[in-house]
């Protein structure tokens, strides 16, 4: 059985994280390997504070503890264990493209060549300077990365994408337009 349908299969008997293994870490650029990468379990309570602060991150501390029914200090002290812990990586703005004259969106596959492999670092590092890119997934399959990209119009794209095809560790690209992204309301 392969290691992908365990932790399917795992997922769905028991709702849980799947876990990790040491060679998966190892793979990931800019992530130092870890054989211990295994965090503890999520409770009800830890669900419940990172529903509400994916809806709203800058939610008072008062307003969440109030939310999950715990004390306002043990509100704290869970948030706090969440980002050491991992599961919190970071607090963002979710800013419109379109309102900063960048309205066209696109997710951008990239397979890189076969000799370009040991540069997976610098090629996110490149790529992620780019002030087009919004985000870089590292993806297994057919393509090595996703480019979540954000320009002014067509030709800025066009422009874009032929200027990352003459990347020398870009073995090809395929390009598909974002109609609409619409984020659900709660992931846990």
């Not at 008997?13 to 503890?40: F, H, I, Y």
């Not at 999950?68 to 869970?78: F, H, K, N, Q």
């Not at 990586?89 to 419109?96: I, L, Q, S």
């Not at 309205?103 to 002030?131: C, K, T, Y």
């Amino acid at each position: 059985m392969n290691f992908i349908r365990f932790c399917v299969m795992l997922l769905a008997e028991n709702s849980e994280r799947c876990p990790v293994r040491e060679e998966t870490s190892k793979s990931v650029p800019g992530r130092a390997a870890s054989p211990k990468d295994v965090r503890p379990p999520l409770d009800d309570i830890d669900r419940t504070l990172l529903r509400a602060l994916e809806r709203d991150a800058r939610i008072p501390n008062n307003a969440l503890a109030e939310l999950a029914g715990i004390a306002p200090s043990t509100c704290l002290t869970r948030v706090r264990a969440l980002r050491e812990r991992g599961v919190i990586r970071g607090y963002h703005a979710d800013v419109d493209p379109a309102a900063v004259g960048h309205p066209l969106q696109a997710m951008i596959s990239v397979r890189l060549q076969s000799d370009a492999r040991s540069n997976l670092a610098a090629f996110v590092e490149q790529v992620g300077r780019l002030p087009e890119v919004r985000d870089v997934y590292f993806l297994a399959g057919d393509d090595d990365y996703m480019l979540r990209v954000a320009t002014a119009d067509s030709s800025a794209l066009r422009d874009f994408v032929m200027t990352l095809n003459t990347h020398p560790d870009i073995a090809g690209t395929r390009t598909s337009l974002i109609f609409e992204h619409v984020r659900p309301p709660q992931t846990h």
